[in-house]
Nanobody, 123 residues
Framework: QVHLVESGGGLVQAGDSLRLSCAAS????????MGWFRQAPGKEREFVAA????????YYADSVKGRFTISAANAENTVYLQMNSLKFEDTAVYYC????????????????WGQGTQVTVSS
């Protein structure tokens, strides 16, 4: 059973940085793709970033491109989301997700989800 646990969220000011972590367990993730999604109050959950487990291929939503970086520490079974130059509109619950197979940006294609971590950016 795949288990994902996010951490690293918090309250920051606009322009600050945060690094989210996603600890993955329960499988060998070599053939998995990992994604970060977010859900703001009153909005649908949306794609943020995705990576192959190797980190050789990554995708980003246009809204975060150039500010966020997804990476994986394979030996630690941990995926990170480095978030720089945070904006008020980045405020959301951030979810880590995993899927067996190729990298994908579609929410419905991810089988495993963490519980989420709150990121609040004050303007």
């Amino acid at each position: 059973q795949v288990h994902l646990v996010e951490s690293g969220g918090g309250l920051v000011q606009a322009g600050d940085s945060l690094r989210l972590s996603c600890a993955a367990s329960g499988r060998t993730f070599r053939n998995y793709a990992m994604g970060w999604f977010r859900q703001a109050p009153g909005k649908e959950r949306e794609f943020v970033a995705a990576s192959t487990w190797s980190g050789l291929l990554t995708y980003y939503a246009d809204s975060v491109k150039g500010r966020f970086t997804i990476s994986a520490a394979n030996a630690e079974n941990t995926v990170y989301l480095q978030m720089n130059s945070l904006k008020f509109e980045d405020t959301a619950v951030y979810y880590c997700a995993a899927r067996a197979g190729w990298i994908n940006t579609r929410l419905l294609d991810y089988n495993y989800w963490g519980q989420g971590t709150q990121v609040t950016v004050s303007s």
